[in-house]
């Protein structure tokens, strides 16, 4: 079955770069969207960005200065990095596929906690 | 950009039916999708492109998109329902989320 997995630090310091992986088991990465998403505490989900398609990524207008999304498919893996961090991007990060365009997401990985702080 | 707007919160006596809504302009004209949030886990769709229920959720949920509205209608709600929902739908090349409604129980 399809599984995905966040992977990075917990704890990032303020104005540095926050990354994460996710590991995807059980389908091919060359398909579909792969996306970020964020759920900050008290608050509502938030999507960040996805790629698809070899490397093709589109991400979230209030973030994109600041966001990188890739893949690397040998791996079977896609990666974000934020970069500039504030206490404002203290958030659960979700890694989650997404159909296609137009379609929902099927699979979320579990989640995992960044806090922002000194 | 493209906004989507849930009210905070919603509460329902067992057995009754929520309905909860998600506006946004032409909202009719894209494929909306509702997700369930659990304290603690990931979200799940219960409604995907308006009106499909995937295998596993309960016929009691229901989705309706129409003008500038989309609708979750949960019929003869039960206790396990209560959760944040949150609506999803595409902007040409963007992905856009509500800002999640709370479903009360009581």
């Known amino acids: 079955q399809v599984q995905l997995q966040e992977s990075g630090p917990g704890l990032v310091k303020p104005s540095e770069t926050l990354s994460l992986t996710c590991s995807v088991s059980g389908t091919s990465i060359t398909g579909y969207y792969w996306n970020w998403i964020r759920r900050p505490p008290g608050k509502g989900l938030e999507w960040i960005g996805y790629?698809?398609?070899?490397?093709?990524?589109n991400t979230n207008p209030s973030l994109k200065s600041r966001v990188t999304v890739s893949v690397d498919a040998s791996k079977n893996q896609f990666s974000l990095n934020l970069r500039s961090v504030t206490a404002a991007d203290t958030a659960i990060y979700y890694c989650a596929r997404l159909v296609g365009a137009t379609d929902n997401i099927d699979y979320w990985g579990q989640g995992t906690l960044v806090t922002v702080s000194s | 950009s493209y906004e989507l707007t849930q009210p905070p919160s919603v509460s329902v006596s067992p057995g009754q039916t929520a309905t909860i809504t998600c506006s946004g302009d032409k909202l009719g004209t894209k494929y909306t999708s509702w997700y369930q949030q659990k304290p603690g886990q990931s979200p799940v769709v219960v409604i995907s492109q308006d009106t499909r229920r995937p295998s596993g959720i309960p016929e009691r949920f229901s989705g309706s998109n129409s003008g500038n509205t989309a609708t979750l209608t949960i019929s003869g709600t039960h206790a396990m329902d209560e959760a944040d929902y949150f609506c999803q739908a595409w902007d040409i090349t963007t992905v856009v989320f509500g800002g999640g409604t709370k479903l009360t129980v009581l």
């Open positions: 790629v698809y398609l070899g490397g093709n990524t």
